[in-house]
């Protein structure tokens, strides 16, 4: 686009949005036209929103100036930002997490209607990450995998997203769906491990950004793969190189490694 795209933030008051507000103030790509909020949300002031008056979800209308919505919110946030993305045809970036399969084949069809990049992690390092991940899994078919993640004590959805969609590599790497395989708990005594499963492992504590890991496990051998972040503000940034390349496009289910294959970012 040769002027700024116009960009809202969905879920602007929280961890995720605030890191957007933060950079995007400073970007000259972008022009903040929305900063929408959950009804719980308290009314901060022009030192966080500037000259953007924050609107609630269900106060959220006449978005015909977006050109891109990004969407760090919750499932009711998302819904929300959806709905207005599908009437206006404004593009959707989104990393909200712990959605319903119903949540989620809505966000495939409208697709079909507006450009949609979902993603569970904007960091550049973790699409590599996964990348990897898939690559391995491929040339190692007879090794155990298990994923291991760690975050804050605030997080409400287990595994994180993020777990599941290197789970989904993994299996995909093996020509599998992760459903078929996936192991989300271990207790008491459940016997030898199945071949061929992907189990999972949680942590929850203090205030760990996001740490994940991936072990490919043979016999005598193992291989880690993992990423750490600590710094909130590589998901912002990511989510912004996302919008930016996001705008303009053409519809369809978009994904952060489209991205990461045709930007500068890396």
């Not at 093996?174 to 992907?198: C, H, M, N, Q, S």
Request: hydrophobic share 45%; net charge negative.
């Amino acid at each position: 686009m040769s002027r700024p795209v116009r960009l809202a933030i969905s879920g602007a008051s929280g961890r995720m949005g605030l890191a957007l507000l933060a950079l995007v103030r400073d970007d000259e790509r972008f022009e903040l036209v929305r900063a929408v909020v959950s009804p719980s949300s308290a009314r901060l002031g022009k030192a966080v929103y500037g000259d953007v008056s924050p609107v609630r979800f269900a106060d959220w209308s006449g978005d015909g100036d977006v050109d891109v919505v990004v969407d760090f919110s919750g499932p009711d946030g998302l819904l929300a930002a959806l709905e207005r993305c599908e009437a206006s045809g404004a593009a959707l970036v989104t990393g909200t997490t712990g959605l319903s399969p119903a949540m989620e084949e809505r966000l495939a069809k409208a697709g079909e209607r507006i450009a949609v990049l979902c993603a569970a992690n904007f960091s550049l390092g973790v699409a590599v990450l996964t990348r990897l991940l898939r690559e391995a899994a491929a040339a190692l078919p007879g090794w155990d995998i298990d994923i291991v993640e760690a975050h804050h004590n605030r997080k409400e959805d287990a595994p994180s997203g993020t777990a599941l969609a290197l789970g989904r590599a993994a299996a995909e790497g093996r020509g599998a769906a992760l459903e078929d395989l996936a192991v989300y708990a271990r207790e008491g005594r459940p016997g030898a491990r199945k071949a061929g499963t992907i189990g999972f492992a949680v942590v929850r504590g203090g205030d760990i950004v996001g740490e994940h890991q991936a072990l490919l496990m043979g016999q005598g051998e193992r291989i880690e793969l993992g990423h750490r972040a600590t710094d909130r503000s590589i998901f912002a940034r990511g989510a912004l190189e996302a919008a930016a390349w996001i705008a303009g496009r053409a519809p369809g289910a978009w994904t952060i490694e489209d991205v990461i294959a045709t930007s500068k970012a890396c």
